[in-house]
């Protein structure tokens, strides 16, 4: 594939500029207008595979690294490096799972319920997915330190390509109080370098953005467009699980918005190269206390509008909600985000794959989670919020029972254990005195520990009393 990059260029999404760049270029933004950048391809110069199934057949040959990889076995419709240039743990290695137990409680008919488990990633996240390309272009472009702004994933994710593959030194931001501790110790573990801001996400990820800009540090949060290339092949991965048919419904959770605008991009690519004859509605779910999306999507119409976006509007509510000190507030720390940095390219995956957006809050999703995990999956609670989100469409009746839906769970469970421990624990603590802070009285699916005597006949007693 040495002709890969050749055939491979950064392109601004403003249809009113459409300026192009070479993949060799470090940009995070288009020069010329400022907008966000997609990594293009001209395909008439690329060996297209004439069917999805010939990308399969890569798997039989999972003893080069580039196969075994669930990213780089998709690489012709990632084609933007040459095979020598890719950087790769082994991600992808995941599962899609029909669920009976999560069908019941969404309202759908049978196993229709499918999980797409991306905790079983190298770092316990979607997030290896993206930040394999990231690293393969770095390592093009010859970066020597690279930095993210983090919820944790990202920073967890960054620093495990980082100690794995030794290309570059990493620093990444995050938000005081603002990070899990199962994913700050991944950080610190693989050895990145650690800086708290005094503020939130958004805080952030304004710095690492000032700071990569000033010191030429190469940046690896989802305004990076190679990011959302590996996002794509989660797609890829659920189309082969599922013997190349499309399913009725994608359901994702929203944050940055990273995940559904690769998915709109992976679902518009595969059309056009006519490899799929149709594409899924996608469903993007927000958190109720971080609800941009929600707000402006449903709330004030803001639409795609083929790219010409209303940015009068964008920015007078971002001013709004400065003015007014607000701060996305959430237990599902993935996506706690106020200010989504590919809110433009997820209006174009709404537009493309004619999508809804709805928000759930936290209790919602904090059950929805124990229903997951009670069916054999262990997921953080941002990644809960799709099944919430896909219970909350069947209610309203925009999902029908029939459909086939596939539900992203986006992280591990032990990539934030003190929720789980919380949810299902009665004594005080600090996951419960959030649940209280929002009016959550009472979870619906508690299993917290019993105590019991060390007594033999007193623990036969309670082991009995669970079949009573």
């Known amino acids: ?67 075994f990889s669930g990213v780089w ?20 290695q995941t599962i899609l799972r029909a669920s009976d137990s999560v069908s019941k409680y969404i309202g759908l008919n ?16 979607f997030k290896d997915n993206g930040m394999t390309a990231a690293s393969t272009h770095a390592r093009m472009v010859g970066a020597k330190f690279a930095a993210c702004a983090s919820t944790g994933n990202t920073s967890a994710s960054l620093a495990i390509y980082s100690s794995a593959a030794q290309l570059f030194r990493v620093v990444v931001f995050v938000g005081s109080g603002k990070i899990a501790f199962g994913k700050l110790s991944q950080a610190l573990d693989y050895g990145a370098h650690t800086l708290q801001i005094q503020g939130d996400f958004d805080d952030a990820l304004k710095q690492v953005r000032d700071v990569c800009q000033r010191e030429k540090i190469y940046l690896c949060n989802r305004v990076n467009p190679f990011r959302l290339e590996g996002q794509k092949t989660i797609m890829f991965r659920v189309l082969e699980a599922l013997a190349w048919e499309v399913p009725d419904w994608i359901v994702v959770p929203g944050g ?48 795609w509008n083929e790219g010409r976006t209303d940015d009068e509007l964008i920015n007078g ?29 997820c209006l174009r995956a709404l537009d493309t794959c004619d ?40 209610e309203e009746g925009v999902i029908a029972p029939s459909d086939r ?22 004594s005080p603590g600090q996951i419960a005195d959030k649940l209280a802070s929002r009016g959550i009285q009472a979870v619906q699916f508690p299993n917290a520990p019993q105590a019991v005597e060390n007594d033999l006949d007193r623990i036969l007693d309670v082991i009995r009393s669970f079949n009573a």
């Open 1 to 67: 594939m040495s002709a890969a990059t050749d055939s491979a260029f950064q392109i601004c999404i403003n249809p009113d500029c459409r300026s192009t760049f070479s993949v060799d270029d470090t940009l995070v933004a288009c020069p010329e207008c400022g907008s966000l950048l997609d990594i293009g391809y001209d395909w008439d110069r690329l060996p297209v595979p004439s069917s999805l199934s010939e990308l399969e057949a890569r798997w039989s040959n999972r003893r080069n690294p580039l196969d």
């Open 73 to 92: 076995r998709f690489r012709q419709l990632l084609p933007f490096a040459s095979d020598e240039q890719i950087v790769t743990i082994g991600e992808g």
């Open 110 to 125: 049978g196993a229709n319920a499918l999980l797409q488990y991306e905790g079983l990633n190298p770092s316990g996240s």
């Open 256 to 303: 940055n918005l990273g995940n559904s605008s690769a998915f709109g991009k992976a679902f518009a690519e595969l059309k056009q190269l006519g490899l799929i004859d149709r594409v899924p509605r996608l469903a993007v779910i927000n958190a109720a206390g971080a609800n941009t999306l929600s707000q402006l999507y449903n709330n004030q119409s803001l639409r």
């Open 317 to 345: 509510y971002f001013a709004e909600m400065d003015a007014a000190g607000h701060r996305a507030n959430t237990l599902a720390s993935a996506i706690e985000i106020n200010r989504p940095v590919n809110l433009k390219k």
């Open 355 to 394: 999508g809804v957006v709805r928000e759930v809050p936290d209790d919602a999703i904090l059950d929805a989670k124990a229903q997951i995990g009670a069916g054999g999956f262990g997921c953080e609670p941002a990644s809960a919020a799709s099944v919430a989100g896909a219970k909350l469409l069947r």
């Open 405 to 426: 839906v596939v539900c992203i769970l986006t992280g591990h469970q032990l990539k934030d254990p003190d929720a789980t421990v919380g949810y299902h624990q009665s």
